[in-house]
């Protein structure tokens, strides 16, 4: 499972790079599940102890959609 983000995008957007967007969107997104209640339960847990439907359904609306890849080969690009 992955996502990307070019800094161009990003820039765009937001007029920051493209780790500060990555890195910002998700803790907006985990802070908005939160705050609504969807991720709310009594006592101290972990973001991977909650259930990921609901952020998974909802990142790709804030900028980071999400691709998965089984049993193949990632492509690697040597001029990068």
């Known amino acids: 499972m992955y ?3 070019k800094h ?8 920051g790079q493209g ?11 985990g802070a908005k599940l ?5 991720w709310m339960r009594s ?3 972990n973001v991977e ?3 990921p439907d609901p952020f998974m359904e909802q990142i790709g ?3 980071l959609p ?3 890849v089984l049993n193949e080969p990632l492509p690697v690009n040597e001029n990068d």
């Open 43 to 45: 006592g101290v847990f």
């Open 34 to 38: 939160m705050a609504t209640g969807v």
């Open 49 to 51: 102890e909650m259930n």
């Open 66 to 68: 999400w691709n998965v």
């Open 61 to 63: 609306d804030y900028g």
């Open 8 to 15: 161009q995008d990003a820039y765009r957007d937001v007029n």
């Open 19 to 29: 780790v500060a967007y990555t890195t910002g969107v998700p803790a907006m997104l």
């Open 3 to 5: 996502n990307n983000c």
